[in-house]
T-cell receptor
């Protein structure tokens, strides 16, 4: 089945710094999403981005489907950005069966 | 408040016991799904449903049953709990299954 690799596994930032999280996947996808899990365990959908670029405030994401990767950019990080960021993908064969990466654990220090 | 409601939040079971994790959504979403999350891992799909009366298996369906008799409810049944089913369980819903997932707050299950 499709493999999803996220990097880096862990990241520590000072408040105000920028960061880039990467998601590589091993097959063509037509569903790719980024999620944030906060330190209390709540999961929030950030982006649906099987291709192209989207922005939402300080967060933006770019997926280059032909090269099988996606990037999540966090600018001017805040302590509330702490948590784990997950990338999840699905193939055209069943685009509702999301396969998740192991996540990037982000800690933003004041 | 609109959203996905999971109950209970915490549960301890003995090996061999059965139980049902409840999931309800009030957003009229067609798509609902159950995931489990184990330490240091991403979520793994257990079962999902694209509408009332329709369910399908995910990555790790063994030991779990589901049914979808209404649009709102999608219960997950453990027929005979095993220690390997100790995990945090999340229910999610979406209007089309492609994006805009809304997650419940999770159920932390321990099987002893």
């Amino acid at each position: 089945g499709i493999q999803v690799e996220q990097s880096p596994p862990d990241l520590i930032l000072q408040e105000g710094a920028n960061s880039t999280l990467r998601c590589n996947f091993s097959d063509s996808v037509n569903n790719l999403q980024w999620f944030h899990q906060n330190p209390w365990g709540q999961l929030i959908n950030l982006f649906y981005i099987p291709s192209g670029t989207k922005q939402n405030g300080r967060l933006s994401a770019t997926t280059v489907a032909t090269e099988r990767y996606s990037l999540l950019y966090i600018s001017s990080s805040q302590t509330t950005d702490s948590g784990v960021y997950f990338c999840a993908v699905a193939t055209a064969g069943n685009n509702r069966k999301l396969i998740w990466g192991l996540g990037t654990s982000l800690a933003v220090n004041p | 408040n609109a959203g996905v409601t999971q109950t209970p939040k915490f549960q301890v079971l003995k090996t061999g016991q059965s139980m049902t994790l409840q999931c309800a959504q009030d957003m009229n979403h067609e798509y609902m799904s159950w995931y489990r999350q184990d330490p240091g891992m991403g979520l793994r799909l257990i079962h999902y449903s694209v509408g009332a009366g329709i369910t399908d298996q995910g990555e790790v369906p063994n030991g779990y049953n589901v049914s979808r008799s209404t649009t709102e409810d999608f219960p997950l049944r453990l027929l005979s709990a095993a220690p390997s089913q100790t995990s945090v369980y999340f229910c999610a819903s979406s209007s089309g299954g492609l994006y805009g997932y809304t997650f419940g707050s999770g159920t932390r299950l321990t099987v002893v």
